[in-house]
């Protein structure tokens, strides 16, 4: 049989495994340009060379080379370029993979603590009792100065600054963002400014930074609330009476815990904040 000396994009397709839509796209980029030509009816062909080209671009791609290298790496004649290319290469790769193991982290990190919140939401009962506790002793990245507070707002720069201070030290989550209201609570309703520390509870416990503390455990008096936080008023006011009713007194400044909230992708209607004071028996 005599051996063909010119292809049609649909068999050099066929043969290379690459799509006829991925050649007409190396065509456009100047990597692999038809060469042949019918003098009957103008239609390009690819040579028996080019079937070549196009094994050693479906190799180059298995490689993890892209588009905006094939062609520089199609014109190297020196075998010692070649291998250079192939080491640089599985550098990038590996530091792609060390990219993606870092971001997997965060992820399962985040789905932890979106799967503490939801536990803590649901063992509040659906009439969303008075629950008395002690808070667990944790080491926590703080932030604590005079800012805007508004309950009507989203203190989102305080939120950013923490968050960006963590990543500086190389801190580990372990908790949504909290905060405490170190002017009385109702403040934070009808005025814009007030003394806020915000906090995360982190993993890491030998760090040395004045950012960084520890946190004592306390006897609290909590309810977990939906919605925004504006709205948050009438349930610090049923906390309030409750604590009360339940014979304690309140012993220090309110924490809000923002269980479900904007980080995580979830909408105001299915934010949930859990809000509590330090009590001691009355």
Partial sequence: MKRKTR????????????????????????????????????????????????????????????????KRLMDIDDIHDSRNN???????????????EDKATYVRN?????????????????????????????????????SNFNANQLFWDRYLELHRIKDELGLTALSPLCAIFHDNYFNQFFFDEGDLEVYIQIAEQDRQSPSIKVKEPFVRASKVF????????????????????????????????YLLEFAYGFNTNNYYTRVSFPVKKA
């Fill in 110 to 146: 985040t789905l932890s603590i979106i799967d503490r919140s939801i536990s803590i939401i649901e063992n509040y009962n659906a009439n969303n009792d008075l629950v008395i506790d002690e808070s667990p002793e944790m080491t926590v990245l703080f932030t604590r100065y005079r």
């Fill in 7 to 70: 292809y049609t994009i649909g068999e050099l397709s066929e043969i290379s495994n690459i799509s006829t839509k991925t050649l007409r796209l190396y065509d456009e980029k100047g990597v692999l340009t038809p060469q042949g030509r019918d003098s009957d009816n103008n239609y390009r062909y690819y040579t028996e060379k080019q079937v070549i080209d196009a094994l050693t671009l479906c190799e180059m791609r298995r490689n993890g080379f892209h588009m905006s290298e094939l």
């Fill in 86 to 100: 192939l080491c640089e290469k599985i550098e990038k790769i590996e530091e792609e993979i060390r990219s993606l």
């Fill in 226 to 257: 939906s919605g925004w936080y504006a709205d948050l008023l009438d349930g610090y006011v049923t906390l309030v009476k409750e604590i009360e009713r339940n014979g304690y007194i309140i012993d220090g400044p309110s924490h809000e815990e």
